[in-house]
């Protein structure tokens, strides 16, 4: 079976991914900046490293590899973005492209294809009306980046990648959603305030959220391994994105029933407490997924109940949603 070498792999998708890719019969190899924090966290999953500073890597792990999946990046909303911050987000992801770039280059290899996560962050704010909005508009990977710190940073983190294909390598970029998962990420700092009965609503909470569950996500990452005919940037986004207020109030009634109290946060205390940060949580940004879904790809968990549903059901097995295939979900 192949091996599949996953640069930040120790993090929420790469995890994920890993112990599906292995439960698969790939061999996985995480490629880590401390893989010796990790001696035997996941069973079948070898790790090696790399010193991004020191622009060296393990060579063994790129000649035994026949897929890359690039995850690695400082996290867009763990910190307030200083301009320290901001240098190490955009940074740890171009040089890290520019170091499997010199690996691939330098070290004998056959790695077909490099799968790269990029981020629905390209897109910005939406333009279109609320009407507009409501009756379908939505960014396509066709659409320009915007020129603000998201835009700009995957913009770079895109392109930092592209040599490889130079190198007679198949690339696939995902711009991902918000990932739900309940092991870390957004859905997790959405759930806090539920524990004292709140449903925090951002804003106006009109601005829809695009958004993918973490299943979703892992089987977009093996299908571009096992699909050659995938080339270019796709959107990885669930087919039904919400507004902030109604992924709240759903989340909210799933894990607390009637027992919780809407709460609207205002955008002047987000900014004050998140800084420009806080326009990521306030922007409106509908994102399409025609293009994979025109690859063949569907979605175990299209509409956000699906997704909520098997997420506050953990036992429950996955299970596709007809009904929520049918219906929009922005409202
Ligand atoms: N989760 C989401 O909602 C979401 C949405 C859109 C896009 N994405 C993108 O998808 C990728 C994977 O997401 P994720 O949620 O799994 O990320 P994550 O949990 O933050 O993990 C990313 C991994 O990157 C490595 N890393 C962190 N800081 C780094 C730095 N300064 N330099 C080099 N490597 C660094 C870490 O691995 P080591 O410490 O082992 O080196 C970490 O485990 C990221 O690039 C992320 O931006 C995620």
Known sequence: MATVLITGGTGLI??????????????????????????????????AKWDLEKMTIAA???FKADYIVHLAGAGIADKRWTLKRKREIVESRTQSSAL???????????????????????????????????????????????????????????VSIDPV????????????????????GALKEFKKPLRFGFATILGNGKQIMSWIHIDDIVRLYIYAIENERLHGVYNAVAPHPVTNKKFMLQLARSLRGKFFVPFYVPSF?????????????????????KKIKKEGYQFTYP????????????????????????GDERS
């Not at 991914?17 to 790939?26: C, D, I, Q, V």
């Not at 190899?29 to 966290?41: M, N, Q």
């Not at 956000?304 to 929520?324: E, G, K, V, Y």
């Open 14 to 47: 790469g995890t994920a991914l890993s112990k599906e890719l292995h439960a698969k019969g790939y061999e996985v190899i995480i490629l880590s900046r401390s893989p010796e924090k990790y001696p035997s966290r996941n069973s079948g999953v070898s790790y």
């Open 60 to 62: 063994e792990a790129i």
């Open 100 to 158: 499997l770039v010199k690996a691939l280059t330098e070290n004998v290899n056959h790695v077909k294809a490099v799968i790269c996560a990029s981020a629905v962050g390209w897109y910005g704010a939406s333009a279109a009306s609320e009407n507009e909005t409501e009756n379908g508009h939505s960014f396509i990977e066709s659409d320009p980046a915007a020129d603000d710190f998201l835009g700009t940073t995957c913009q770079q983190w895109e």
């Open 165 to 184: 294909l130079s190198l007679g390598k198949r690339i696939v970029k995902f711009r991902t959603g918000i990932v739900l998962s309940n092991q870390g």
């Open 269 to 289: 205390i987000l900014e004050a407490v998140f800084g420009e940060l806080s326009i990521e949580v306030l922007k409106n940004a509908p994102v399409s997924c």
């Open 303 to 326: 509409s956000i109940t699906a997704a909520l549903h098997q997420l506050n059901n953990r036992n429950l097995s996955p299970f596709p949603s007809p009904q929520a295939e049918r």
